[in-house]
């Protein structure tokens, strides 16, 4: 197991997380290696600290609160409605009634509406179910449906990006085009997709969940409105994507499609996942027709930057 | 729940609301109108509370955080240019590296409080929402994710990266200062 895996499942130990397989694989853990036991201290005595500062800062709410509260609720009936000053008018509201007794007329209506019930559901009223592979169901599944959400959130501007800045890379020190990304200690080869007709137009860092870092590459048509998102992605070993689909491609790596849920994302179903071995590739691009040579590019560049 | 009920056990929780408004806003002012807020919508959708094993307490947070973000925008995450992706250092400890701090079995704790308490402050909100959730009010990581409203492995993610910075600033402390216990 990857030392950073040992990490976490240390902090979910003490943090009492786990189930109880993963809890006897969390003792087998520290019987076979006794000095990881002073982790566990150490995650508690921090966790008291926390508690401690944060308390003595902030002890409780100010006197008085709790009474105002209270008065403020007192105000308010039993429906909750806010009694304000102006609003002195009474209204009286008199409940419909309803009355359901077993005649004819209603056992008609009942027999109808499980009739247009059963119809719905043989006939298909209702539509395709959503895909169960974007409702969470694997952790890549949950992974690239967040990836989807944030390739529309950058697409509709409501995550505005910067335009590309031109300095070079502080790495290895060459000129405009960057050679390498760092992400902590990775180095992460360069995204060129310009021969697929895409410029950079910046990145940021993002949350993909079940990964401890990971980066929002994006990028713009040159001719045209489309965009594609890259996020790269260095997790921690717990991304499986060999829960997607594979995608069919002549692609020079194994690559997967996970399916997103069409009312999160109209038109763009999907997002297209690959690894490099230490770092997952997770790609939406917004004109579907473009995905595999967008994905190629992408992999291309990588395995001329392993040579 | 019966509204008698309701404010009994609502207000039972008025300190840990109160100091997470607090967190939110960083004004008591600010903090004392949320929470108040915060009460009166528990109150009006009190009907609809259901007991999930938890109490009632991750529910008034939930109610705290909309009503914080209703009044406030979310502070988007805002991109950065190339040259500072370049130029970046991740401010979490890698995965794959040990956290620093966990070498200090011999740290002192009892001077440590200052640093902690610079080393929350200086967190981003996000993170700083997840451990505070977390350290503070002892939530479980599946009621955190429910309150932000995001997967259970972003607040496992945001967790784990506020941790680990905590356990660097610890670490620098150590060296700057040699207060350890040994």
């Given amino acids: 197991m990857k ?112 009739l247009l019930v059963v119809g719905a559901v043989l006939f298909g009223i209702f539509g395709r179910p959503i895909d169960s592979r974007s409702t969470g169901i694997s952790q890549a599944a949950e992974a690239a449906e967040s990836v989807g959400r944030e390739h529309i959130n950058v697409a509709s501007n409501k995550t505005p990006l910067e335009e590309m800045n031109t300095k070079g890379c502080t790495s290895c020190n060459s000129i405009l085009s960057a050679c390498c990304i760092q992400i902590g200690t990775s180095k992460i080869p360069e995204i060129n997709l310009t021969s697929v007709g895409y410029e950079f137009k910046g990145g940021m860092e993002c949350e993909v969940p079940y990964c401890e870092s990971s980066y929002h590459l994006f990028f713009r048509q040159i001719k045209g409105r489309g965009y594609v998102s890259v996020h790269i992605v260095k997790d921690e070993g717990t991304l499986n994507l060999d829960d997607g689909v594979p995608y069919e491609s002549k692609t020079p790596r194994k690559t997967y499609r996970f399916f997103m849920n069409k009312e999160i994302v109209h038109g763009r179903p999907s997002v297209v996942a690959f690894s490099d071995g230490e770092v997952k590739y997770m790609v939406m691009t917004c004109i579907v027709s473009d995905t595999e040579r967008v994905i190629a590019s992408i992999q291309t560049s990588i395995v001329d930057q392993e040579r | 729940m019966q509204r008698e009920e309701f404010e009994k056990l609502a207000l039972e929780h008025i300190d840990s609301v109160y100091r997470m408004a ?137 967790l784990h990266r506020a941790r680990s910075i905590l356990a660097e600033q610890l670490a620098e402390f150590a060296e700057e200062t040699g207060h350890t216990s040994s």
Avoid at chain 1, 81 to 108: C, H, L, R
Avoid at chain 2, 26 to 32: F, G, I, L, R, V
Avoid at chain 2, 143 to 149: K, V
């Fill in chain 1, 3 to 114: 030392r950073s895996s040992i990490n976490n499942l240390i902090r979910q130990y003490c943090d009492g997380e786990l189930n109880d397989e993963q809890i006897a694989q969390a003792e087998q853990h520290f019987q076979d290696h006794p000095e990881d036991r002073a982790i566990v201290e150490y995650e508690r005595k921090l966790r008291k600290r926390i508690e401690a500062v944060v308390k003595a800062d902030c002890p409780s709410a100010p006197a008085g609160l709790a009474d105002k509260i209270n008065a403020e609720l007192a105000k308010h009936d039993v429906s909750g409605d806010i009694e304000t000053e102006t609003e002195t008018q009474t209204y009286a509201y008199t409940p419909k009634s309803w009355s359901f007794g077993p005649n004819k007329a209603n056992v008609f209506a009942i027999a109808a509406s499980l």
């Fill in chain 2, 22 to 158: 607090m967190q939110l806003v960083k004004h008591p002012d600010e903090a004392s109108d949320l929470v108040q807020e915060t009460y009166l919508k528990a109150l009006r959708a009190s009907e609809r509370f259901e007991e999930h094993g938890g109490g009632i307490r991750p529910w008034l947070f939930k109610i705290l955080h909309n009503s914080f973000y209703t009044r406030v925008s979310k502070a988007k995450r805002q991109p950065i240019s190339v040259d500072e992706l370049h130029g970046a250092v991740d401010e979490s400890a890698r995965p794959d590296e040990p956290a620093p701090a966990w070498n200090l079995n011999s740290l002192d704790w009892e001077h440590v409080d200052e640093r902690i308490k610079a080393a929350i402050e200086g967190l981003r909100p996000e993170y700083r929402t997840v451990l505070l959730l977390w350290g503070v009010e002892g939530l479980k990581y599946r009621e955190i994710a429910e309150i932000e409203a995001v997967p259970i492995g972003t607040i496992m993610s945001r």
